[in-house]
């Protein structure tokens, strides 16, 4: 099958949602098992990314419904 076909429905979203929760869960393990200051710059890191993810979700939400968001900061 091909990937481009795959409709994005409810059970596909939350699979993938299972998948990065797994993923996250594994490398924050990988994480704890760190000295200190690698543990520190790997927890930057992953704040980092998670609040790109979220902004950029909140962002294409926010488009969607027709709002602008060319005065919000970040």
Request: a negative charge.
């Amino acid at each position: 099958m091909n990937p481009e076909s795959i409709e994005e429905t409810p059970a596909t979203t939350a699979s993938a949602g299972a998948d990065d929760a797994s993923a996250l869960l594994s490398r924050l393990r990988v994480i704890e098992d760190q000295p200190l200051e690698s543990r520190a710059a790997a927890f930057a890191q992953i704040h980092d990314r998670l609040q790109a993810t979220l902004e950029g979700s909140v962002r294409e939400s926010n488009r969607d419904r027709g709002v602008d968001t060319s005065n919000t900061h970040g």
